[in-house]
């Protein structure tokens, strides 16, 4: 059995998330991040932010609904029983800050087959309320015994 | 933070998520798969155990890379990461690194996470701006 590529190239409907204080403060405790700027007004503004401003990681929040409707594609085929993530790289911009609209868009970028293995390789580019880029990321999930 | 030279090591980021870490990290990010909050959902897909979110250890990650360049949020410019071993909670995470490159106000370090000799996340490679 290959893998299918017809869905190489194709992007998914843009999906928009508002970002939130409290939700960034959430974000910053799980990872154990006590910067102020994380959770206080005052602090992020005095730091130079517009607002309380997000780890770089909490891109996961808001960049992630986009590419749920990427990886159940059935053009796209995933085996999710055999799948691990195998890779991520994310390249930011703008900070991402409370009150923001970020929209993100998600595109299939590769599908290829290696050692038995499938590779599915997707893009996330989000963007914020001015257009200006938060972050790019590079998704990579493999399967095993394609 | 400018006299960052290329071989130095990372100060090391040590962790010990609780049992229930991956339920907040599942709450905190919204990835409620089974696999990181059900045991026996885990074990009936063949695994050992709950196993802990790839994308936590990146955090963890990304904090040590962050703390490095001084803790400002907005200096970490990039980071790549190949997930390899499953992570466990209760178990010490360590995440160690050395410096690779210095290039006027950037500098990218190699960073690995692991728990004992387990190598969670592997060849991380983050830029970060001094």
Same mark, same amino acid.
């Given at each position: ?12 409907? &843009? ?20 910067? *102020? ?44 029983? &055999?799948?691990?993530?195998?890779? #991520? ?9 409370? $009150?923001?609209?970020?929209? @993100? ?17 997707? /893009?996330?580019?989000?963007?914020? #309320?001015?257009?200006? /880029? ?10 095993? $015994?394609? | ?20 870490? *991956? ?6 990010? $919204? ?18 155990? @709950? ?30 990461? #190949? ?48």
């Amino acid at each position: 059995m290959t893998v299918k590529t017809e869905a190489v190239g194709k992007e998914w409907p &843009a999906t928009t998330y508002e970002v939130g204080k409290e939700k960034i403060g959430e974000y910053a405790r799980v990872v154990g991040l006590d910067n *102020p700027v994380h959770f206080d007004r005052e602090a992020a503004e005095a730091a130079g932010y517009r607002d309380v401003v997000a780890p770089p990681m909490f891109c996961v929040v808001y960049s992630a609904p986009a590419l749920g409707p990427a990886m159940f594609d059935p053009e796209v085929g995933m085996n999710f029983a &055999a799948m691990v993530h195998g890779g #991520q790289e994310f390249e930011w911009g703008e900070p991402a800050c409370s $009150g923001d609209e970020i929209t @993100t868009t998600a595109k299939c970028l590769e599908i290829f087959e290696k050692d038995g293995k499938g590779f599915y390789v997707f /893009e996330t580019r989000s963007v914020n #309320q001015d257009g200006a /880029e938060v972050v790019k990321g590079t998704w990579t999930n493999i399967v095993r $015994g394609v | 933070m400018s006299d960052l030279n290329v071989g130095d090591a990372i100060p090391e980021l040590k962790v010990t998520p609780d049992k229930y870490l *991956p339920h907040r990290y599942a709450g905190a990010s $919204g990835d409620f798969n089974p696999i990181h909050i059900d045991p026996e959902f885990a074990k009936a897909v063949g695994l050992p155990n @709950t196993i802990l979110h790839g994308l936590y250890m990146m955090g963890l990650v990304a904090r040590s890379a962050t703390d490095v360049a001084g803790g400002d949020p907005k200096a970490l410019k990039r980071l790549s990461v #190949q997930f390899r071993g499953m992570g466990a909670p209760e178990t010490e995470i360590v995440v160690s690194g050395t410096v690779k490159s210095v290039e006027g106000d950037r500098a990218v370090i190699d960073t690995v996470a692991a728990q004992g000799d387990n190598q969670t996340i592997r060849n991380a490679e983050a830029e970060i701006q001094l």
